[in-house]
């Protein structure tokens, strides 16, 4: 299933578990697993804490002290610092469905992670039976 996405700030998490969700409800899927894909240089997924969002700020904090927006960069768009990021959150998650629901912890969601923004964007997901 392709999602399209509308980021609105230049670094955002957005969390994109009730998409996922709905869609592995959609599929009657009881068992398999679920592959979060992102076909983009500057963005990433992530799985991560949902039910504090001061997580997500000070993720997005620590990633710019250790990369930050203006740096010693080669790359001429002025992004190194979206591909560096994008690289370590990495460009895909799987998460294992049990029971027709995503096994996830009890404080996780899974996050687009927008780096390169605003843009429009798009995420791929993959519902496999087991």
Same mark, same amino acid.
């Given at each position: 299933?392709r999602?399209r996405?509308?980021?609105a700030k230049p670094?955002q998490?957005?969390?994109i578990?009730?998409?996922?969700a709905?869609a592995?409800k959609?599929?009657? &899927?009881?068992?398999?697993i679920? &592959?979060? #894909?992102v076909p983009?240089t500057?963005?990433?997924?992530?799985?991560?804490?949902?039910?504090?969002?001061? &997580?997500v700020?000070d993720?997005?904090?620590?990633?710019?002290?250790?990369?930050?927006?203006?740096?010693? #960069?080669l790359?001429c768009e002025?992004n190194s610092?979206?591909?560096?990021?994008?690289?370590?959150?990495?460009?895909?998650?799987? &998460?294992?469905i049990t029971?027709g629901?995503?096994?996830l912890g009890?404080?996780?969601?899974?996050?687009?992670c927008e780096?390169d923004?605003?843009?429009?964007?798009?995420f #791929?997901e993959?519902?496999?039976?087991?």
């Amino acid at each position: 299933m392709r999602y399209r996405i509308q980021t609105a700030k230049p670094q955002q998490f957005i969390n994109i578990t009730p998409m996922v969700a709905e869609a592995i409800k959609n599929s009657n &899927v009881q068992e398999g697993i679920a &592959v979060i #894909y992102v076909p983009h240089t500057t963005a990433g997924v992530t799985i991560n804490e949902n039910a504090d969002p001061d &997580v997500v700020r000070d993720m997005i904090s620590a990633l710019d002290k250790t990369y930050p927006v203006q740096g010693e #960069y080669l790359h001429c768009e002025g992004n190194s610092h979206a591909h560096i990021k994008a690289s370590l959150m990495g460009p895909s998650c799987t &998460v294992i469905i049990t029971d027709g629901k995503l096994l996830l912890g009890t404080w996780q969601g899974i996050y687009f992670c927008e780096f390169d923004g605003p843009r429009n964007r798009e995420f #791929y997901e993959k519902i496999l039976r087991g």
